[in-house]
C-alpha cells in the first residue's frame, strides 16, 4: 500500500549523497510474485544537512532478444553449402514502462499525483537566503522545485532534465522549533515490475 509502514523491501541505501552533481543509480527489481507494487523514496538525514533532489524516475525492461533472420535457404554445390536469408530487423523497443521527470507538474507544488507524500516530521523546512518561492518553508515531503522560477531564479541549481525536479527540504529542527531531522516519503503509483526490470534514478545534494 502507498504508506511507509506497507514499504518493507529494501531495494536500495545511500546515506552519503554529498554529490552536488547527478549521479545515476540503477536498481534491478525482482518481485517475490506476480502483483502491483509501490517504490518509495525516503528522504532522511542527519541534522544540519540541506536537501536532496530526484529526477528523471523510470522503470525499464532490459530487451536484448533480436529478430531472428527469416526466409532461410541452402544450395548445395558439391561439398559446399551457400545460405541466403533475409536479415533480422532491428531490435524490437521495449515495452512501455514507468518514467517520470518532474516535468507536468506545477512549480513548487506540495502534492502531485500520482506520487503519494507522506511527511512524517510535519515540520518547517528550511529555505535559501537570498531567494523566495511558493511554499517556502512549508512543512512538506517533497516538492516539484524549479529552480529557475524562484526570485531571483538559482544559476547554480538545475534539474537533471528539463526544468523541474522532486526536492526533499531539510526539516526545521528542535532547536529552531521545528521537528526534524527529515523522515519524509514520496512514493510511486501502483507498479506491475517482473523480474529483470531495472528502476533508474538521479540523485543528488545541495
Do not use: K
Request: with cysteine.
Amino acid at each position: 500500500s502507498p504508506n511507509p509502514d506497507g514499504l518493507t523491501n529494501l531495494l536500495f541505501t545511500e546515506t552519503n549523497i554529498i554529490n552536488a552533481t547527478y549521479i545515476h543509480e540503477s536498481v534491478m527489481i525482482t518481485p517475490t510474485a506476480t502483483g502491483t507494487y509501490y517504490i518509495g523514496f525516503h528522504g532522511h538525514s542527519a541534522a544540519n544537512q540541506f536537501y536532496l533532489s530526484l529526477d528523471t524516475i523510470s522503470i525499464d525492461e532490459i530487451t536484448e532478444t533480436l529478430d531472428p533472420p527469416t526466409n532461410l535457404t541452402a544450395t548445395v554445390t558439391g561439398s559446399n553449402v551457400h545460405l541466403d536469408w533475409d536479415a533480422p530487423g532491428e531490435t524490437p523497443p521495449p515495452p512501455a514502462g514507468f518514467s517520470d521527470g518532474f516535468e507536468s507538474y506545477a512549480d513548487f507544488s506540495l502534492t502531485f499525483d500520482p506520487w503519494t507524500l507522506v511527511d512524517v516530521d510535519q515540520s518547517g523546512t528550511y529555505g535559501m537566503t537570498g531567494y523566495s518561492w511558493p511554499n517556502v518553508y512549508a512543512p512538506m515531503a517533497y516538492m516539484i522545485f524549479n529552480p529557475g522560477a524562484t526570485t531571483p531564479p538559482l544559476p547554480d541549481l538545475t534539474a537533471h532534465g528539463g526544468s523541474r525536479m522532486a526536492a526533499c527540504f531539510a526539516a526545521v529542527l528542535p532547536a529552531q522549533g521545528g521537528a526534524g531531522p527529515n523522515n519524509d516519503w514520496m512514493i510511486s503509483p501502483q507498479l506491475t515490475p517482473q523480474a529483470g526490470d531495472f528502476l533508474n534514478f538521479y540523485a543528488r545534494s545541495y
